[in-house]
Structures are given as structure tokens and as C-alpha cells.
């Protein structure tokens, strides 16, 4: 019986299984936090609204030159200079979309900020460029394009 408490070679067996064991442990933790953080960061790649927010964009580049053909016509027609129609016409449109976004319950703010020309005449060759600020915000993702610099001329 003293020959087996004097005897220390199992406790080497003991400890290595007990080292191989915690080593095992911490790989299966890292394993499982890698699996998450995977999961995690695709699942935030597919809730960012890029189809709505490049909707929103191209809508109000479509818009913004449709407003600028109605705009000279408004101003054919009535006594109205070419930048006080577009910018009513820009804030009616402006207007439609928060309606339309907040249906979805999206909040969007389509700001005017200005119409450029080359010649400084507001005449159908000169009108170029509209600047406006684009705001989208839908619980989760605050998008900001400001100024949006948008190309009218045909």
C-alpha cells in the first residue's frame, strides 16, 4: 500500500486530461462566438434597406426632372419665375413622400436646396443641376445624402 502513494505517474495522466480537457472548452466557446458574430453580422446585412434607400434616390432623380419640365411650363403659363415653381412643385413632392414612406413607417425628408444653371438665365438649355438633401431613418438605419447633386439637363 505505500508503494501506491509513493507512486506519482497517474497524477501526470490526471493533469493532461484535465489540461486537454479545458483546452477543448475554450476552442468550443471561441467556435460558438465565431458562430455568432457571423450570424449577427450577416443578419445586419440583410436588414439595411439598400432597395428602399436607392428607391427613394432614383425617385427623386426621375421626379427632380419631370419637376423641371413642369416648371417651365408653370412658368409659360403663369407669372411665376423657374426656381419659386420648382421649389413649390419640389416641396409638394416632398410632401407626397413622407406621406408615402410613412405608410411603411419610414420616415424621409426630400429637402430643395437649389437649382443651378450655366448662364445664370433660368431657360430650358441653362437649368443643370438641383441640389436637395435626401434624410431616411426607418427605426434602425439613419441615411443622410446632403447635398444630392442631381443632373437635369437633357
Known amino acids: 500500500m505505500e ?26 466557446v471561441l467556435a460558438n462566438q465565431a ?4 450570424y449577427h453580422s450577416s443578419n445586419a446585412a440583410l436588414e439595411f ?7 427613394l434616390n432614383l425617385h427623386t432623380h426621375d421626379n427632380a426632372q419631370t419637376i423641371r419640365d413642369m416648371a417651365f411650363y408653370m412658368n409659360s403659363t403663369t407669372n411665376e419665375t423657374i426656381p419659386v415653381a420648382f421649389e ?4 409638394n413632392y416632398s410632401i407626397q413622400m413622407k406621406k408615402l414612406y410613412a405608410v411603411h413607417g419610414e420616415v424621409v425628408d426630400v429637402t430643395f436646396v437649389s437649382v443651378n444653371s450655366t448662364s445664370g438665365n433660368y431657360t430650358m438649355n ?6 436637395v438633401n435626401i434624410n431616411y431613418y426607418d427605426g434602425t438605419t439613419h ?4 447635398p444630392e ?3 437635369v439637363k437633357k
Open 3 to 28: 508503494s501506491l502513494r509513493k507512486d506519482t505517474k497517474g497524477q501526470w495522466i490526471a493533469l493532461s486530461g484535465l489540461v486537454i480537457s479545458l483546452i477543448l472548452i475554450g476552442l468550443a
Open 126 to 131: 441653362d437649368i443643370d443641376l438641383v441640389h
Open 149 to 151: 447633386i442631381i443632373e
Open 143 to 146: 441615411y443622410v445624402a446632403e
Open 88 to 91: 413649390q412643385l419640389f416641396d
Open 49 to 55: 434597406p439598400k432597395e428602399n434607400i436607392r428607391e
Open 35 to 38: 458562430i455568432l458574430a457571423g
